[in-house]
């Protein structure tokens, strides 16, 4: 997920030789549990690689219409994937190469892990106040120009980074708040509201979302290496600089081969968010789906906050980041592959519980263990879930949410979720790790009892647009 933390120790300007060379000696043997993980990683990749290719084959050993991939055999669907995976990952990389470098900037600067912490409260508030109602107002504005607008928002919250001052990062965090939440509502509703004008096989959005969410972890890949090259080089804020090249090839591809989609255009925005808040309370379908993705993806940015330090709690050297980094977005990819086994066999909400007890039972192994291998193994098991959640709760949105209201809803959602992480983030440098963990437990648990409360239908809607 987008802004995973570090907490690499700054390479100081005045660094030694002896300093450089003892770290990078402790980085190579605290390697050995990492690749094993690794290793783990991409055998469970390549074995769900593998039952995803006999489940797509029928009795007489040729791939069924249901499960055939679009991708290969619909030439259509491929230039649609294309034209929309190529903006959405160069978003989302954008994301990944800051993300991991956040905290290791913020502690550069010299700020304690509670001005930390209100750095980040700002991020999530702004995302909950200013980023809903902007998100809202993409049904009006329309899908495409908000995506342009992410673009130009986060590439200012980029050039924020390059300052220390506390109130002008505390500004880019609202900048990178705001323009999150349009990265998180706007891309999806313009991919949904053009796929389902588009005439193209009803099976392909969750092909779709499948694809964007492995491409996604793929990305978040050569990123991280890409970010941490650039920070070794010249500083942990060269991330950040870095990730505007990405943000301003995404803003060229949306503005040049995206068509524009809208919502309702007859309200206001004011007048869409409320309707869109009377959707939300007045269907229990909606407000269900709302909760649990709200109450996960807490969860996830509670975890992109606890998952440096749990482990470098349990290890005595240092702890190889972008290692770690790496090896999680490969259990995501994984992830994305068991929901395409799974999808078409098990309703959406099945396979949603099923992601969150397993989330759970991952997050729980830090409660009860000290040891780095067994809780690394956990935290890359919670990042298989999350594989399998995204397109999950993407197909969800495309079949319950209203087309006129989509992205107004998808803002509100948003909502509980950074209500969530601004109680957590604002009281945990004096929470005992095992406590955070509860509460992310609990959290699984009420998406869990939610997801009960959701139809059994798996087939999205094909919805017409709105005039």
């Not at 990062?169 to 990265?183: I, N």
């Not at 109680?423 to 009420?446: D, K």
Request: glycine share 8%; hydrophobic share 50%.
């Amino acid at each position: 997920m987008a802004e995973t933390l570090s907490l690499n120790d700054e390479g100081a300007t005045g660094a030694v030789v002896d300093a450089t060379t003892s770290a990078a000696a402790l980085a190579v043997t605290s390697w050995s549990d990492d690749t094993l993980v690794m290793v783990l990683g991409i055998g469970l990749c390549g074995t769900l690689h593998q039952v995803l290719s006999w489940t797509r084959r029928d009795a007489s050993g040729t791939s069924s219409a249901a499960t055939t991939s679009l991708l290969s055999s619909d030439a259509g669907f491929r230039a649609f994937a294309i034209k929309y995976l190529s903006a959405f990952v160069l978003a989302t990389s954008a994301d990944w190469m800051m993300g991991p470098y956040i905290y290791a900037l913020y502690e550069s600067y010299g700020y304690t892990m509670g001005q930390i912490g209100y750095l980040f409260v700002v991020g999530f508030g702004s995302s909950m106040v200013f980023g809903t109602f902007l998100g809202g107002a993409a049904d009006q504005i329309g899908r495409k120009t908000a995506c342009m607008v992410y673009c130009v928002l986060m590439s200012v919250a980029c050039i924020m980074k390059n300052f220390s001052d506390l109130n002008t990062l505390a500004l880019g965090r609202v900048m990178g708040g705001t323009a999150t939440s349009l990265l998180y509502s706007s891309f999806e509703s313009w991919a949904v509201c053009a796929y389902n004008t588009s005439g193209l096989s009803a099976n392909g959005l969750s092909q779709l979302f499948s694809l964007a969410t492995f491409c996604n972890a793929f990305t978040a890949i050569l990123s991280g290496f890409a970010a941490h090259v650039l920070a070794e080089g010249f500083g942990y804020v060269a991330p950040f600089n870095g990730a505007m090249v990405p943000l301003a090839l995404c803003f060229v591809v949306v503005a040049s081969s995206w068509t524009e989609n809208y919502g309702d255009k007859e309200k206001s925005s004011s007048d869409s968010m409320f309707a869109a808040l009377s959707m939300v309370f007045r269907e229990r379908k909606v407000w269900a789906l709302g909760l649990l993705s709200a109450m996960f993806e807490a969860v996830l940015f509670v975890f992109v906050f606890m998952w440096t330090p749990s482990l470098e709690t349990r290890h005595d050297e240092r702890v190889s980041h972008g290692m770690v980094f790496a090896i999680f977005m490969i259990f995501k990819m994984a992830g994305t592959w068991a929901f395409s086994i799974l999808h078409g066999h098990l309703p959406l909400r099945t396979i949603a519980s099923f992601v969150f007890i397993l989330a759970g039972a991952c997050l729980a192994v830090p409660t009860i263990s000290t040891d780095y291998f067994s809780t690394l193994v956990a935290l890359c098991m919670f990042e298989f879930c999350v594989g399998t959640y995204f397109p999950v709760v993407g197909l969800l949105k495309a079949e319950l949410l209203d087309e006129s209201m989509r992205a107004a809803v998808s803002s509100l959602f948003r909502v509980p979720l950074n209500l969530a992480v601004l109680v957590a983030l604002g009281r945990i440098e004096g929470m005992e790790e095992s406590t955070v963990y509860y509460l992310c437990l609990g959290g699984l648990g009420l998406s869990t009892a939610c997801c009960m409360l959701l139809p059994l239908s798996t087939t999205p809607k094909q919805q017409p647009p709105a005039s």
